[in-house]
């Protein structure tokens, strides 16, 4: 190209280069569908490993494969409650006393108020 060309254009904006005569790579298109009954096709390189499963255009949800490749569910762990957390500190009895100790201060302070 000459110097002409290139006047009046911002170097980088732009790219000069066409798509005549080249080979793409060879692509694949994998449907997803999503619990909302969405459908929608993603191209892929046919050489990629294809993932279970894949964020909904439309409204965001995880949707999954069409051809009925399913994800493995993962085992997870229950969540850990108060209350798991409270009797690793503390046995039953301990906690006993300390209702115990408590109500007995709650009670002295409605006599007094009473």
């Given at each position: 190209m000459g110097e002409r060309a290139l006047r009046g254009t911002r170097l980088g904006a732009t790219s000069y280069e066409n798509d005549r005569n080249t080979d793409l790579a060879p692509r694949q298109e994998v449907s997803y569908t999503c619990p909302k009954g969405h459908r929608f096709?993603?191209?892929?390189?046919?050489?990629?490993?294809?993932?279970?499963?894949?964020?909904?255009?439309?409204?965001?949800?995880?949707?999954?494969?069409?051809?009925?490749?399913?994800?493995?569910?993962?085992?997870?762990?229950?969540?850990?409650?108060h209350w798991d957390m409270l009797l690793e500190r503390r046995s039953i009895e301990d906690l006993e006393e300390v209702l115990n100790e408590r109500l007995a201060v709650l009670r002295a302070q409605r006599r007094k108020s009473a």
């Open positions: 096709d993603v191209p892929l390189a046919a050489e990629a490993e294809i993932p279970s499963t894949w964020e909904c255009r439309m409204c965001g949800v995880t949707a999954v494969r069409v051809d009925g490749e399913q994800p493995e569910s993962k085992k997870t762990k229950p969540p850990r409650t």
